[in-house]
């Protein structure tokens, strides 16, 4: 059974940190890329970072890059997203997916999603 739980979330002051985690399960984790995406109230899923697990190759949207780090440890079929400098637009739930299609952060082409989690930064 293919899981990708994200966890980590949680409610931070802006300019805080947080650093969130997925862990997948149920497929041959290094021949996908791991994306983040968030979700806030009202708009649509928006692509916040990938991570090729294959030659490690990262990519992040304008609006978190120097902010939000991604990394992937193969060994425990993880991904992380270290994420600084908080802002109150940041608030989301996010959630990790896993796509066979690497170098792209269109929702659609990823194959498997987990369960989000809630990012909640107050200003």
């Known amino acids: 059974e293919v899981q990708l739980q994200a966890s980590g979330g949680g409610l931070v002051q802006a300019g805080g940190s947080l650093r969130l985690s997925c862990a997948a399960s149920?497929?041959?984790?290094?021949?996908?890329?791991i994306g983040w995406f968030r979700q806030a109230p009202g708009k649509e899923r928006e692509g916040v970072s990938y991570i090729s697990s294959s030659d490690g190759s990262t990519h992040y949207a304008d609006s978190v890059k120097g902010r939000f780090t991604i990394s992937s440890a193969n060994a425990e079929n993880s991904v992380f997203l270290q994420m600084n400098s908080l802002k109150p637009e940041d608030t989301a739930v996010y959630y990790c997916?896993?796509?066979?299609?690497?170098?792209?952060?269109?929702?659609?082409?990823?194959?498997?999603w987990g369960r989000g989690t809630q990012v909640t930064v107050s200003s």
């Open positions: 149920g497929f041959t984790f290094d021949d996908y890329a």
């Open positions: 997916a896993a796509s066979v299609v690497a170098g792209t952060l269109l929702p659609g082409l990823y194959n498997f």
